[in-house]
Every structure is written in C-alpha cells, then in structure tokens.
C-alpha cells in the first residue's frame, strides 16, 4: 500500500518549545488526519481536515490541509512533557476509504 | 463516542497454531473496518479493508489465506493469522469507520502477538 513521507522523523525540544512537522503525498488526497501514537497502544485522533486549505486547531496543536491536496502539516504550541510519542498523519484519497499511514515523527520533549 | 475495542490485547502462540483478533465497535455500527499491522517503531502498514457482508479487500503483498477476515455484523470483525510462525509476531491495530457519521476511522488499543 502507499505510504505517506514525513518529516521529520525525530524531534528532540526542550518544554515550552514550539514544533512542527509535515506529510506529503505524490497522490492527491480529499482527507488528511493526524493521530498520536503511545507506546504499546492505538493511535488516537488529535485533528481531521477536510477540505484544502483548511486549517483547523485542537487546543495548542494546529494542522493544515495543503492547497495542492498533497500535504499536511502540524504545529504543536508551547510543548508539554506528555506531548511526547510518535505522531503520525493519515491520508485518504477520493478512490476509496483506505487510509494511508506517513513514517511517524518521534517527539521527545526534554523537560 | 466511538470506541473501539480489540481482544485479546496481547498472544503469545506457539508456531503452526491459528490465532483469532477480535476488533468491536462499541457504540457505533462501522460498515467498513481496517486492519493494520505495525513493527517496532515502524509507520502503520494497512493490511486490508473489512466490508460487512462481503469479502475483504487485501492490499498488495498481503496474503488473504494467511490472514483471514470475516466481518459477520456491523460491530465486528475478527483476523485470523493462519499457521503462524515467527515472523508473523507484530502489533496488530484495527479500525473502525463510522456508517454514515463523519469521515474519520477510529482505532482499537491493539493486540501484541507473540510467535514462538
């Protein structure tokens, strides 16, 4: 199946720090997630975009749809130690319900 | 809103058993549910898609008589790994898409599975 690239694949931030990290596909997609994954769990949704350009904010975290449909970013404001884990996106394309995993970015917040 | 489940949370199982994931949907009906399979710090790869009342659709490489799925209602579906053997230990993650509500899949806590 696809696989989504993003970047980076590990942060490390002091607490308080700022952090930013993005996704991108060679395909054009009409939905992009984004979930937290902790060790030895499920992913958990953080935020679901919709519509190109979107741009939609859950608590400190913000994330984008792309214009051109291709990528995804998301900003996470003033970090936290339980920010820490690995977050990944998801995308869907408008030929079926699969959705399509990036690599994960590792975020540890030193505190 | 929109639990998911999976059973049993981890397996260990001796090589050439079968092995049998349950995933539930608890308190909403998903017509569609999807089944992942994650390494050790590696992305989420989609195995196969689970459509209630119908066979499922595997992805590319993944071997539908090994990995055997049967979405029987509209709040289950079960993965069956077939002759296990080492190589088929993993974490193996389920979701859930809501009929009709949302565009969003919604995942179950995982199961380790252990092959000896």
């Known amino acids: 199946g696809q696989q989504l690239n993003q970047s980076p694949q590990s942060m490390f931030i002091q607490e308080g720090e700022d952090v930013s990290m993005n996704c991108t596909s060679s395909s054009i997609f009409n939905t992009w997630l984004w979930y937290k994954q902790d060790p030895g769990e499920g992913p958990v949704l953080l935020i679901a975009l919709y519509k190109a350009g979107e741009l939609t904010s859950n608590g400190r975290l913000t994330a984008q749809f792309g214009i051109t449909r291709k990528d995804s970013f998301l900003n996470i404001s003033a970090s936290i130690p339980s920010d820490v884990g690995i977050y990944f996106c998801?995308?869907?394309?408008?030929?079926?319900?699969?959705?399509?995993f990036g690599t994960g970015t590792s975020l540890t917040v030193i505190p | 809103g929109a639990v998911v489940s999976q059973h049993p949370s981890r397996v260990i199982c001796k090589s050439g058993t079968s092995v049998k994931i349950e995933c539930r949907s608890l308190?909403?009906?998903?017509?569609?549910m999807f089944w992942y399979r994650q390494f050790p710090k590696k992305s989420l790869m989609l195995m196969a898609t689970?459509?209630?009342?119908?066979?499922?659709?595997?992805e590319q490489g993944v071997e539908k008589d090994k990995f055997l799925i049967n979405h029987a209602s509209l709040t289950l579906s079960t993965l069956t790994v077939t002759s296990a053997h080492p190589e088929d230990s993993s974490f193996y993650i389920c979701?859930?898409?809501?009929?009709?509500?949302?565009?969003?899949?919604?995942f179950g806590p995982g199961t380790r599975l252990l092959v000896l």
């Open positions: 308190d909403f009906q998903a017509t569609t």
């Open positions: 689970s459509n209630e009342g119908s066979k499922a659709t595997y």
């Open positions: 998801a995308g869907r394309s408008n030929t079926g319900n699969q959705f399509y």
């Open positions: 979701s859930a898409f809501p009929s009709g509500r949302g565009e969003t899949q919604y």
